[in-house]
């Protein structure tokens, strides 16, 4: 059930992606980093995400609580 609704959530982003606000994360990294939150308070997920021309990328889905990454982070991975 939880699953299936965030891939209806990140189904979604067919549609108006841009809808989704600048992740914090967004200050550090050179891509534009988008975040679709999924999910309501502590169950809450954000949806990281790129956007190039028709393209949206999925990047990660991390809980909200989960520290922001970091280029360093990014970098290992």
Known sequence: MW???LY????SL?????R???AFENNFLEEEIR???Y???R?????LVTITGDIVQILFVRHVAQK????QEDEEE
């Open 8 to 11: 209806k959530a990140i189904l």
């Open 39 to 41: 999910g309501k308070g």
């Open 20 to 22: 989704c606000s600048l």
């Open 35 to 37: 975040q679709l939150i």
């Open 43 to 47: 169950s809450a997920y954000r949806i």
């Open 68 to 71: 922001p990454l970091s280029s």
């Open 3 to 5: 699953l299936e609704g």
């Open 14 to 18: 067919e549609q108006m992606p841009y």
